[in-house]
């Protein structure tokens, strides 16, 4: 949903879940009543790998790059103080620093996100000797990646689909 980038820190790809979020005592995120699958940090996980893979196929994209990058969910509805020192319940696969919640998304206050995003940073810096900030040349990656506008057309099947079904509709008026 997010893509938040820059060029010494990394890339930072998270999944946003709004409203009433959960996970079972069987592993299973749900929201409302609704199951996600791929659960919120697979779905993160996931878009992150594609978006580095994309950026790598690009023609600009240098040999053997590994920039610095993670992910992370949002969950704007959900308090995790609330959960109080039950955190640990939601798994041992999360990590409560990769989880934006309310609290963190303060619009009044944007220092507690800053701060947030800052750590997730930090986390996925330490992750690997190879990785390497982005740099400049990445976030040009990213931008002609996100930000280059792309036209599609219409096959003439549809075109002449629609040209027929007007016909039809004016022989009938």
């Known amino acids: ?4 980038a820059h060029p010494d820190n990394g890339i930072l790809v998270i999944e946003v879940k709004a409203g009433q979020i959960a996970r079972d005592d069987h592993g299973r995120w749900w929201a409302g009543h609704d199951e996600l699958r791929p ?11 594609a978006l580095l893979d994309k950026l790598r196929d690009l023609p ?3 040999p053997n790059w590994q920039p610095i990058a993670g992910h992370a969910i949002a969950l704007p509805d959900v308090d995790l103080e609330s959960a109080s020192g039950n955190l640990r319940l939601l798994g041992p696969d999360v990590d409560s620093d990769l989880i934006l919640d309310h609290g963190r998304l303060l619009p009044d206050d944007p220092r507690g996100t800053r701060a947030a995003i ?4 930090d986390l996925f810096t330490g992750q690997s000797a190879q990785l390497r900030p982005p740099g400049e040349a990445g ?4 931008e002609q990646l996100l930000h280059t506008p ?3 057309h219409s096959i003439l099947r549809s075109e002449i689909a629609e040209g027929q079904a007007e016909l039809v ?5």
């Open 139 to 142: 976030m040009a990656l990213l």
């Open 150 to 152: 792309t036209e599609l």
């Open 60 to 62: 600009d994209a240098p």
């Open 169 to 173: 509709r004016l022989t009938k008026e």
């Open 118 to 121: 800052e750590k997730m940073f």
């Open 1 to 4: 949903d997010l893509v938040i």
């Open 39 to 49: 659960s919120p940090f697979d779905q993160a996980r996931d878009n992150l790998h």
